[in-house]
């Protein structure tokens, strides 16, 4: 049976950092490894409001790094559900970096994250249809069945390369 949908905003999440020299690599831009792991929790936050229960991560992919973020700036970690299927949901991050001095902002990092909502024994479960709000959400959400069928098409190649190698 399938649950009721749910408009984005309902489980849109965000989330600001200050950049400190302890962020960043010796180049003095953010380490990417650090923005995927703010990436992921916020996409995790995102997902888990959207099921409300327990989310694991099943794949990333898409992860653009489009523009450096410096040390001093701020970031803004963005996500929103803009997809589901079953019991999968397409979260979109996007990272922007702001120079507080100036006010220039800019969009430094984009990714999808497929979550997988899990029911009390840990099995996938079914979760509500997305109702997208922003233009941008309209957008991916008229994308993602491509999106998804390319994931899926990645995954039967990893079984078959499985099979072959055994």
């Given at each position: 049976?399938?649950k009721?949908?749910?408009?984005?905003?309902?489980?849109?999440?965000?989330?600001?950092?200050?950049?400190?020299?302890?962020?960043?690599?010796?180049?003095?831009?953010?380490?990417?490894?650090?923005l995927?792991?703010?990436?992921?929790?916020?996409?995790?936050?995102?997902?888990?409001?959207?099921?409300?229960?327990?989310?694991?991560?099943?794949?990333?992919?898409?992860?653009?790094?489009?523009?450096?973020?410096?040390?001093?700036?701020?970031?803004?970690?963005?996500?929103?559900?803009?997809?589901t299927?079953?019991?999968?949901?397409?979260?979109?991050?996007?990272?922007?970096?702001?120079?507080?001095y100036?006010?220039?902002?800019?969009?430094?990092?984009?990714a999808?994250?497929?979550?997988?909502?899990?029911?009390?024994?840990?099995?996938?479960?079914?979760?509500?249809?997305?109702?997208?709000?922003?233009?941008?959400?309209?957008?991916?959400?008229?994308?993602?069945?491509?999106?998804?069928?390319?994931?899926?098409?990645?995954?039967?190649?990893?079984?078959?390369?499985?099979?072959?190698?055994?």
């Amino acid at each position: 049976m399938a649950k009721q949908s749910k408009s984005a905003s309902e489980s849109r999440s965000t989330m600001t950092q200050l950049i400190f020299p302890s962020d960043t690599n010796y180049h003095g831009t953010m380490f990417g490894g650090k923005l995927m792991e703010y990436m992921d929790k916020i996409a995790a936050i995102t997902a888990m409001r959207h099921a409300r229960g327990p989310v694991v991560t099943a794949s990333t992919d898409s992860l653009d790094f489009v523009a450096p973020i410096r040390v001093g700036e701020v970031i803004e970690v963005a996500a929103a559900v803009t997809w589901t299927h079953n019991s999968s949901m397409e979260v979109f991050v996007k990272v922007q970096s702001e120079n507080v001095y100036t006010g220039e902002r800019r969009t430094a990092v984009t990714a999808f994250f497929t979550f997988v909502a899990l029911d009390e024994n840990g099995r996938p479960t079914l979760v509500a249809a997305v109702v997208p709000e922003t233009e941008e959400e309209k957008t991916l959400h008229a994308t993602a069945p491509e999106r998804y069928s390319q994931r899926m098409e990645r995954k039967q190649d990893r079984n078959r390369d499985r099979q072959n190698e055994g």
